[in-house]
């Protein structure tokens, strides 16, 4: 266990606890300086780790990162994933409608603006939003492999409702979400018949899965995040609880259950068609 790995959880499970930075370092009779320090990997005594797991509300050995980490906040989970997407060579996903590290800068300001108007902390807007950005821009620079599959169901409800379909919005930003939605799939159309490298869709349409699951390969090992947010959830949902682990017979299961899924998914011109189809169905008048 790297002091890298303590700090990086340390940081997501402070922001599962919903409490602030200057609160827990007082609890643990530290400077909010020393506090950070520890979350960018800095040397952290036994005894400090197991007094953090109790202000935490975790175990030990989870802080350390061994077992099954769970979050029940959208914020905390996304900056797990983002940490762990940073040292990725590959993903493999099972996910939303699209996939988020190439979605385009206008779903990122439609979903800003949905998130902005219903959610009352300012703050916790602005964190959510920033860790996405950090995603987006270590995807840009790092350009792991990435192999998504579309399930055609959720894509057909997205084009129907728009990014952010369960956050409340005026019926302006609704139709603007509603046009997002449909440039996103245009995208993901163009992205499936121009084949770039590292880069692969296929679409899920006579089966549905039944989990949302991201695998992310790294130099030394595996992680499964097994996910019920979607990438357009506002940060203030309380709609499931995520999980996030390294343990061999977790890892094995999803990525049988991945390659069964993609050896029967619709997949190059034939996925192509079949989004344009949805397009066609679900135009907006």
């Known amino acids: 266990m790297r002091l890298s790995e303590i700090g990086q959880q340390l940081r997501a499970f402070r922001l599962e606890s919903g409490m602030r930075a200057d609160e827990i370092a007082a609890r643990l009779g530290v400077s909010r300086a020393a506090l950070y320090r520890y979350e960018k990997g800095e040397v952290i005594k036994l005894d400090t780790v197991q007094r953090l797991a109790e202000l935490l509300k975790v175990s030990p050995l989870t802080l350390l990162g061994i077992g099954v980490e769970y979050y029940s906040r959208p914020l905390s989970f996304f900056e797990r994933v983002r940490q762990v997407e940073e040292e ?39 964190q959510h939003l920033e860790i996405f950005a950090s995603r987006k821009e270590a995807y840009r620079l790092r350009r792991p492999t990435m192999i998504t ?3 055609e169901q959720t894509i057909e409800r997205f084009l129907q409702k728009g990014v952010g379909d369960a956050i409340i919005m005026s019926d302006e930003l609704r139709t603007a979400a509603r046009k997002v939605a449909a440039m996103e799939i245009g995208r993901i159309v163009e992205m499936i018949e121009a084949g770039p490298i590292g880069l692969q869709f296929s679409l899920l349409s006579e089966m549905e899965s039944t989990t949302n699951c991201i695998l992310m390969r790294g130099r030394e090992r595996m992680m499964l995040a097994i996910n019920p947010f ?10 499931g609880v995520s999980l996030v682990t390294s343990a061999p017979e977790a890892v094995n299961a999803h990525q049988r259950v991945i390659e069964v899924l993609w050896a029967e998914s619709l997949k190059g011109q034939e996925a192509a068609e079949r989004l344009r189809n949805l397009l066609a169905q679900h135009a907006i008048q």
């Open 149 to 151: 599959m579309l399930s």
């Open 230 to 239: 979607r990438c357009d959830t506002s940060p203030s949902a309380t709609t």
């Open 88 to 126: 990725a060579d590959q993903i493999l996903q099972i996910i939303d409608p699209v996939a988020y590290l190439v979605t385009s800068a206008e779903y990122d300001s439609v979903l800003a603006q949905a998130i902005a108007a219903q959610a009352s902390d300012t703050q916790l807007v602005a």
